[in-house]
């Protein structure tokens, strides 16, 4: 076992001062690092926590049993070792190595007294292989010591493990003793051979070595028979395996073309070296004869010496240019593998990276801005260009499978936990912060995947578009229907104008306000979801849209940030060349990116039309409050990467309208149905009613919602005057009456709301116009009526004065002056006079309270002394 260095010293101390009282650095038998996994969470990216294991000794004071504790101590915020779980030793049943790692590192660890058999148990990951040997023998010789027993082993091979334990271990400290308590012995490396071969061999393996021993019939003093028949049978065995291997046809056609091609490239080589030293020779005979005479050099030999100089600079320039033109040629392995095979676990997204980063710089290298025209037609350049844009469509090809269905599997993971959707009795608001965090660690992987192939987004972007809109159409869908089951609420009337509905009523409504706070608390919760998933999506997905940015932020992140908006995403466009580029506003993009929006958030506007129809249900007025809040929301978003929130937030604006027209509509036809009654007399009921309707509409207006409630306003009061005007003439005797009255009554009940509502204000004095003209016309007829006779006889009077002198009127017939007297006495009739006068002051006082007239008093002693 190796011997302890100056970490696994601060180690023990820094594990010491963790476990506290519990236990002290004499206790402390064995502190190692390893990291905790489970396997399904690593599938999801999850990554391995560092832990480090402790295994310790408490000894009894009275001479009891020593007691072997595992404990595990876990990392906190700070960096300090803390407590984290304790385990006894005395439990521990099996040890089971994973198969599925190839490096046997990682193992579990099986306790009998676990209260959840049904879960996992977590994984330990060693470092290497020495440290797990290390570890499982230190447990291993504690237990036997201790427990006297064995716990199973799987999947370890146990001849090496004591090759091991015999190779790596001078000497053992054993520290502990099952009774006596504390005792330190040294245990030599020939005890430990023998202990650790006694421990390694169960009972059942020595039960099968003594069947085997016992096929054999010896004596006692035949042990060199015994052994020269072991040698002879393990001699034999490893011919039959050889002759086995000889008559494997493919591997032994395989191992001649092996020798053969090798016998070749030796040829060749010898060749070489033959040719080397042939010139080697040549050489050193002409630099010796140079050495030797040389002032006798002749002009030709100098000639052939310029010319070998100049051979070698244009050799060593051609060497060196055909190492420029190969070094871009060669692929290394290590991109090569990860290309063609890797895996994309979150692990190894540096080396993906590192691999796209690699092949798009390659690839440019081959191209003619970056290459010398004179090699783009080579044959060797063709066929490595060819062989980078297979690896190219390979790595994009896997990359785009693993997207997709990486997509599909964090959505369907949180679609099959109810946890993240709102229940009975419990609104959960929507949280994709953990969602976002795993998309962003694909995020520089999907822009180098638009450098190499721009044609692959479509498909990933389709396929997260319809993962996440299933997701999304889910949590709106349980939000909103928890929503509707948690509000109370009563149902208010929905006829207000009809002449059947009592008063009382219309005045005493239920307090319906829940249901607009249940509308703003949909909008509040999902609007700004929609608006963080559309910026995020077309950050993540490389649309190169300039209106991602909202107006007025910076490039860093937005002051007061948490990290977990979408416009805190690290995500920048990036060209062919790994640098950020200016983002364009193109129709092309904009046009994609609108497409892409629609087929992620469709759909959504079903639950909040729903709830819309359940609020126009209870109340038909909460319309208009709902449409100030829509507004409200409408005004803040402008046409950027959420521009489908817009649409969406216009669309829920038109239904509201719709809605709130409806109620108008059937307002509309409760006022008309009121001329197809019976004969009418009085005030009418609607005329009386709709100021209450106005005082609860002027309540429920917020924000920008003025405009629905004025047309409203128009139309209602259009068709009370139009209704009206018909009842009227339906009687024409009292029609100027009925006409008096109503206007009369429509102004009393809207005095103070026409001082403050400008459309209402109009149709105030619209009232009171037509009253005026009513008021004209019934006088008039009223006079009229009492003095028609008196009109008559004075227009025979004047007629004839155009033609008959004035002193002889008296004496035509019908105009005498005894006909005078008649027609004064008839139209001044002091008893039916005074009695059409006195109706005629209580109808002035009733409708002109503070005007003074004449009383009837007055009136008769003026007629009495006349």
């Known amino acids: 076992m190796a011997r302890p260095n100056a970490d696994d010293t601060e180690l023990r101390r820094a594990c010491a001062a963790a476990i506290g009282s519990g236990g002290s650095a004499q206790d402390i038998v064995l502190a190692i690092r390893v990291a905790k ?9 999850r990554v391995a926590t560092p832990r480090v294991l402790v295994l310790t000794t408490k000894h009894s004071p009275k001479g009891e049993r020593t007691k072997a504790f595992l404990r595990v101590l876990k990392y906190s915020s700070g960096g300090v070792l803390e407590p984290a779980k304790l385990y006894k030793l005395k439990h521990l049943t099996k040890v089971d190595v994973i198969s599925n790692d190839s490096t046997g590192c990682t193992f579990i660890l099986g306790f009998d007294n676990l209260r959840s058999q049904s879960v996992a148990p977590p994984q330990w990951t060693m470092r290497n292989i020495d440290e797990r040997n290390r570890l499982l023998l230190c447990i291993l010789n504690m237990c036997k010591e201790i427990f006297q027993r ?17 190779e790596n271990t001078p000497s053992v400290i054993n520290r502990v003793n099952a ?3 504390p005792a330190t012995s040294v245990m030599e490396q020939n005890d430990l051979k023998v202990t650790v071969e006694k421990d390694l061999v169960s009972q059942a393996e020595e039960e099968d070595m003594e069947a085997l021993l016992g096929t054999y019939v010896m004596g006692i003093g035949e042990a060199e028979a015994f052994s020269e028949r072991m040698k002879r049978e393990l001699l034999a065995l490893e011919a039959a395996n050889v002759y086995a291997l000889l008559e494997s046809e493919p591997l032994i056609e395989e191992v001649l073309k092996g020798l053969e091609a090798a016998s070749l490239c030796v040829d060749d080589i010898d060749e070489w070296l033959r040719i080397f030293n042939v010139k080697l020779r040549h050489m050193r005979e002409d630099i010796a004869s140079v050495h030797s005479c040389p002032v006798y050099i002749s002009v030709e030999k100098r000639s052939q010496f310029g010319k070998l100089e100049m051979q070698s600079v244009c050799s060593e320039a051609l060497i060196e240019e055909l190492d420029k033109l190969l070094e871009p040629l060669r692929i290394p392995s290590e991109f090569a593998a990860s290309l063609t095979g890797g895996s994309f676990e979150e692990a190894r997204m540096l080396k993906n990276v590192e691999a796209c980063e690699w092949l798009t710089g390659a690839i440019r290298a081959l191209e003619v801005p970056n290459l010398d025209p004179c090699y783009a037609d080579m044959r060797a350049i063709r066929d490595k260009r060819a062989e980078l844009q297979k690896l190219k469509n390979t790595f994009v090809r896997r990359a785009s499978e693993f997207l997709r269905n990486y997509f599909s599997s964090l959505v369907d993971f949180m679609i099959s936990d109810k946890s993240y959707f709102s229940q009975r009795g419990h609104l959960k608001r929507p949280d994709h912060a953990d969602l976002r965090y795993k998309c962003r660690t694909y995020a520089r992987l999907l822009q180098h995947l638009k450098n190499l192939d721009k044609n692959c987004l479509a498909p990933l972007r389709k396929a997260y578009c319809q993962s996440l809109n299933l997701l999304l159409r889910r949590e709106a869908r349980e939000f909103a229907n928890e929503l509707r089951a948690s509000t109370k609420a009563s149902r208010n009337p929905t006829v207000w104008l009809e002449g059947s509905t009592g008063s009382s009523q219309t005045a005493n409504s239920a307090d319906t306000s829940t249901v607009s706070e249940a509308y703003s608390k949909m909008l509040t919760i999902f609007i700004p979801l929609l608006v963080d998933e559309s910026s995020f999506f077309a950050h993540f997905m ?75 249900r209870i109340d038909p007025l909460r319309c208009i409050s709902m449409h100030g809040i829509t507004e409200r929301y409408l005004s803040t978003q402008k046409a950027d990467a959420a521009g489908f929130v817009r649409e969406l937030l216009k669309d829920l604006q038109t239904k509201i309208s719709t809605q709130f027209s409806k109620f108008v509509d059937e307002a509309c036809h409760q006022i008309e149905r009121n001329e197809r009654n019976t004969r009418q007399i009085g005030v009418l009921s609607y005329i009386s009613r709709f100021a209450t309707l106005a005082s609860r509409m002027e309540q429920y207006i917020q924000g920008q919602s003025r405009d629905l409630v004025d047309k409203a306003y128009t139309r209602l009061v259009s068709t009370m005057f139009t209704t009206l005007e018909k009842i009227a003439q339906s009687d024409p005797k009292s029609a100027d009456v009925i006409l008096l009255e109503n206007y009369a009554a429509f102004q009393n009940s809207l005095f103070e709301l026409a001082n403050v509502i400008p459309t209402l204000a109009k149709f105030y004095h619209q009232a009171s116009e037509a009253y005026e003209q009513a008021c004209t016309r019934h006088i008039s007829i009223i006079i009229e009526n009492q003095f028609d006779k008196l009109y008559q006889f004075f227009r025979r009077i004047d007629d004839l004065t155009y033609t008959v002198p004035h002193e002889e009127i008296p004496f035509q017939l019908g105009l005498s002056k005894t006909d005078l007297r008649k027609v004064l006495k008839s139209s001044l009739s002091q008893k039916e006079f005074l009695e059409k006068y006195e109706s005629f002051v209580q109808a002035v006082a009733k409708i002109y309270p503070n005007e003074s007239m004449p009383p009837v008093s007055e009136l008769r002693d003026l007629l009495a002394s006349s």
């Open 542 to 616: 490389c649309f190169e849209v300039s209106a991602l940015v909202p107006a007025g932020a910076s490039n860093g992140k937005k002051k007061g940030s948490d990290g977990n908006s979408a416009s805190d995403d690290d995500i920048n466009l990036m060209d062919s060349e790994g640098n950020d580029v200016k983002q364009s506003n193109t129709s092309t993009e904009l046009g994609a990116l609108n497409d892409a929006l629609h087929d992620l958030l469709d759909g959504i506007q079903e639950d909040f039309y729903a709830v819309v129809d359940w609020a126009y």
């Open 37 to 45: 996994g489970r396997g399904i969470l690593e599938k999801l990216g």
């Open 179 to 181: 009774q006596d308590g």
């Open 150 to 166: 064995l716990p199973k082993l799987v999947g370890i091979d146990i001849v090496e493990l004591a090759l091991w334990a015999k």
